[in-house]
Nanobody, 123 residues
């Protein structure tokens, strides 16, 4: 199983980025896909997740209304559209896959992880 994130980078406050996570080696439509982030000195935080089998989504309080998660089962890829970015969004963003067919917002339930992509928002 491989999860490969892309799309991170440096943006100014108020800017936008679109993260992608391409997967292989798993039956994508049966997984719940999550995005987590971790800033230096902080715990890994759940950003968003999507249950591929029914499209149910979850957003963390700090990103709700600004971020949008989507999933393309044909491409085995999950996306995170991030708008109105703030300096506090700066972190390494990780994609993860869980076999639990429900919303899961804790990292312990995710079996597979990508290597992470850096997002930096300058003030």
């Amino acid at each position: 199983v491989q999860l490969v994130e892309s799309g991170g980078g440096l943006v100014h406050t108020g800017g936008s980025l679109r993260l992608s996570c391409a997967t292989s080696g798993l039956t994508f439509e049966y997984y719940t896909m999550g995005w987590f982030r971790q800033a230096p000195g902080k715990e890994r935080e759940a950003v968003s997740c999507i249950v591929n089998s029914d499209g149910l989504t979850y957003y963390g309080d700090s990103v709700r209304g600004r971020f949008t998660i989507s999933s393309d089962n044909a491409k085995n890829t999950v996306y995170l559209e991030m708008n109105s970015l703030k300096p506090e969004d700066t972190a390494v963003y990780y994609c993860a896959a869980s076999t639990m067919p429900i919303v899961v917002n804790t990292p312990e339930w995710y079996e597979h992880w990508g290597q992470g992509t850096q997002v930096t928002v300058s003030s």
